[in-house]
């Protein structure tokens, strides 16, 4: 099948191309300028695969993010259903919310303008008629080439940093970038029985000790931890993302798309922390 794939050349796409690639698939990977001319680009293809998004953009407003993550989607999405190209485009959990246990029976409660804007590109690629959709919510994903806090982390525990998360019971979902594309070519392969909106994740989620230990022992240096209060770690806002649960429910998933994913945490882990090292 010819799938083409935008945001290629980011982070998930670096995993995502070359897998689809070794299971047969004519890849195509648009530059960001072929973007603006879809029904060109969606020419004979079979799927679209929509990776490219605004996030993490320091400076970047409301309507930057709206016109990347809903106008360019919804262009991509028109021009899918006239080629008859199915659609599998990237959203959050987060547009779900910032903590709780979600499945996909959860209403949408996006916290932040990124989330916002993904909660819209999905209502309206929904709306879009003829389109084949199937859109997945994946929680934070991990991996050889992972930027931000999750890369930070990686670094704090590899440099042998003090961290105050030993009290923490909490539970959060993770992704490894790996099983995103595995779960992105059996939706592929699946045909129209993967049409509908998903959760993923690796399975069990972990705490944030537990997190910090597997990535110390994933790196071959024990993570550094010690406790501290939760209200005194949350006096700044952003921990949040470490001190509260965030649990996705994938059964729906496993289930419809008899999908298993083929990396465990240790494995996705173990990958990140080679790249890591690899990195100097």
């Not at 809903?70 to 199915?86: E, S």
């Not at 916290?111 to 709306?127: C, H, I, M, P, Q």
């Not at 922390?273 to 100097?280: I, K, L, P, S, T």
Request: net charge positive; hydrophobic share 45%.
């Amino acid at each position: 099948m010819r799938v083409v794939v935008t945001g290629a050349s980011g982070f998930i796409g670096g995993a995502l191309v070359p897998l689809l690639r070794e299971r047969g698939h004519d890849v195509a990977t648009p530059a960001r300028a072929a973007l603006g001319d879809p029904a060109a680009l969606l020419a004979g293809a079979g799927a679209l695969v929509h990776l490219a998004a605004l996030a993490h953009a320091r400076g970047a407003d409301e309507a930057q993010l709206r016109r990347t993550n809903v106008d360019l989607p919804l262009a991509l999405g028109r021009a899918a259903a006239k080629a008859g190209a199915r659609m599998i485009f990237l959203s959050t959990v987060k547009v779900l919310g910032e903590e709780g246990r979600f499945d996909e029976g959860s209403l949408p409660a996006p916290g932040d303008a990124y989330a916002r804007a993904k909660s819209e590109a999905e209502t309206v690629l929904r709306g879009t008629e003829g389109l084949s959709l199937t859109v997945l919510r994946p929680p934070l994903v991990y991996g050889p080439g992972v930027k931000a806090n999750f890369l930070a982390l990686l670094r704090a525990v590899a440099r042998g940093w003090p961290l105050p998360f030993a009290a923490l019971d909490n539970r959060r979902s993770l992704l490894s970038a790996g099983n995103l594309a595995d779960a992105v070519a059996r939706c592929l392969e699946a045909g129209r029985s993967s049409e509908g909106t998903w959760l993923l994740s690796d399975g069990e989620p972990l705490s944030t000790p537990a997190l910090c230990r597997a990535i110390g022992a994933a790196l071959g240096r024990p993570a550094r931890l010690f406790p501290c209060p939760q209200s005194l770690l949350e006096l700044a806002p952003a921990a949040r993302k470490l001190t509260r649960s965030l649990v996705a429910d994938d059964r729906a998933f496993r289930r419809a798309l008899r999908w298993t994913p083929p990396q465990s945490p240790q494995q996705g882990l173990r990958l990140t922390a080679e790249w890591y090292r690899a990195r100097g």
